[in-house]
């Protein structure tokens, strides 16, 4: 015959054993659920991370572009104002350089917005502030090929070049720090207990 305090213990310890049982049975779940979740979370960031990439280096492509078109037009300067001198006149250099601006800000539009769309906000922020150091250069040429032109001896295009300069190395660095940044767990703990910042 079994004692009171025996059969005490074993309703104590065949509980004890149900509530584990349980528990772990519930902590089993809760981890395996999250593991795929977790997983496709770390696909996902992967996948942007490709995107981005490739939208990246597109955009700094065409902006690379844009700005040598803008440079080669300073650079010869004097030799594509003659040239226009002997075409039609005085009065269509102006248009000629209002062409070659749109054309050189189209070029970059596309592949720039698509890098905005992969995000995330701190490159948006760094294209925004290179747009601007972009469009004072691209304001400034028009402004020259005003008659008459605002400066002759060019003064303010050493510190709108570099501003040009400035804007896109910092660009070029938001862009590299957001694609070293590494997916998903690195990032801290379960993306599923956590708010994604982006």
């Given at each position: 015959?079994?004692?009171?305090?025996?059969?005490?213990?074993?309703?104590?310890?065949?509980?004890?054993?149900?509530?584990?049982?349980?528990?772990?049975?519930f902590a089993g779940f809760v981890f395996a659920r999250h593991q795929?979740?977790?997983?496709?979370?770390?696909?996902?960031?992967?996948?942007?991370?490709?995107?981005?990439?490739?939208?990246?280096?597109?955009?700094?492509?065409?902006?690379?572009?844009?700005?040598?078109?803008?440079?080669?037009?300073?650079?010869?300067?004097?030799?594509?104002?003659?040239?226009?001198?002997?075409?039609?006149?005085?009065?269509?250099?102006?248009?000629?350089?209002?062409?070659?601006?749109?054309?050189?800000?189209?070029?970059?539009?596309?592949?720039?917005?698509?890098?905005?769309?992969?995000?995330?906000?701190?490159?948006?922020?760094?294209?925004?502030?290179?747009?601007?150091?972009?469009?004072?250069?691209?304001?400034?040429?028009?402004?020259?090929?005003?008659?008459?032109?605002?400066?002759?001896?060019?003064?303010?295009?050493?510190?709108?070049?570099?501003?040009v300069l400035k804007a896109r190395e910092a660009l070029f660095h938001t862009a590299q720090s957001v694609l070293?940044?590494?997916?998903?767990?690195?990032?801290?703990?379960?993306?599923?207990?956590?708010?994604?910042?982006?």
């Amino acid at each position: 015959m079994i004692s009171m305090d025996q059969g005490w213990a074993v309703i104590i310890a065949a509980a004890a054993a149900g509530f584990f049982g349980i528990a772990g049975a519930f902590a089993g779940f809760v981890f395996a659920r999250h593991q795929p979740i977790d997983q496709a979370a770390v696909e996902h960031d992967l996948w942007l991370r490709g995107q981005r990439q490739t939208a990246y280096i597109d955009a700094f492509n065409a902006i690379d572009a844009a700005v040598t078109e803008l440079e080669n037009l300073r650079k010869e300067w004097d030799e594509r104002f003659e040239r226009s001198m002997m075409d039609g006149g005085a009065e269509s250099f102006g248009p000629y350089v209002r062409q070659l601006l749109i054309h050189s800000r189209k070029i970059a539009g596309n592949p720039a917005e698509r890098a905005v769309l992969l995000g995330p906000f701190s490159l948006c922020d760094a294209l925004q502030h290179f747009e601007t150091a972009y469009m004072a250069m691209d304001g400034y040429l028009a402004r020259q090929a005003e008659d008459p032109a605002r400066e002759r001896d060019w003064t303010e295009w050493d510190p709108v070049w570099r501003g040009v300069l400035k804007a896109r190395e910092a660009l070029f660095h938001t862009a590299q720090s957001v694609l070293w940044e590494p997916p998903g767990l690195a990032r801290g703990g379960s993306v599923a207990f956590r708010r994604r910042r982006r």
